[in-house]
């Protein structure tokens, strides 16, 4: 069996200690949460969490079923990353030592669709969205100059069309 990885999308109660217990929960299973995001969600008592992991296919389906177990999860899935949106943000602080450094940054960000969100004599703040793909590729880039901070979200995931995490139940 072969690892690969996997999103899992989960709806939650919005109660203190929630993604404690799920992250534990991971723990104890022994796997590695390679991101995570938890936000709201259109319902005001409701929490998104997005968890990404490596593993094979019969241990990430145990997961899931020891996942449903728990008393303030509402719905669990395995996304289809084929037939799913997924987007990651990342700030990237990039030393910039001179003009023409500033310069190659600046383009960077535009080639990158990403936006300048702070300027100081030392340093530019990119903010960059997109696959986990598209942000690994412009931390490389940035690397070229020097990174001086990096922030990432994890991934957020939706699946695409009019199917929602609740109505993608897994079969088996």
């Known amino acids: 069996m072969s690892k690969q990885t996997f999103v899992v999308g989960m709806i939650v109660d919005d109660k203190p200690g929630v993604l404690h217990r799920i992250s534990n929960m991971f723990r104890r299973r022994n796997f590695n ?7 709201a969600t259109e319902q005001r008592d409701l929490v998104r969490i997005t968890i990404t992991v490596a593993g094979d296919e019969t241990t990430v389906r145990q997961l899931l079923r020891q996942s449903e177990k728990l008393l ?14 997924l987007r990651e943000m990342a700030l990237v602080k990039i030393a910039t030592a001179d003009t023409k450094t500033r310069s190659d940054v600046m383009n960077w960000a535009s080639i990158f669709r990403g936006q300048i969100v702070d300027v100081s004599p030392e340093s530019v703040i990119v903010e960059v969205t997109g696959t986990t793909e598209k942000i690994e590729a412009f931390v490389e880039m940035a ?25 993608e139940k897994e079969a088996g």
């Not at 303030?72 to 949106?85: G, M, P, S, T």
């Not at 901070?149 to 957020?156: Q, V, W």
């Open 33 to 39: 949460i390679e991101s995570i995001s938890a936000g």
């Open 72 to 85: 303030d999860v509402v719905h669990v899935n395995v996304l289809d990353q084929e037939k799913a949106v």
């Open 143 to 167: 690397k070229t100059v020097g990174i001086r901070e990096l922030a990432r979200t994890g991934i957020a995931a939706l699946q695409r069309g009019p199917k929602t995490l609740d109505s």
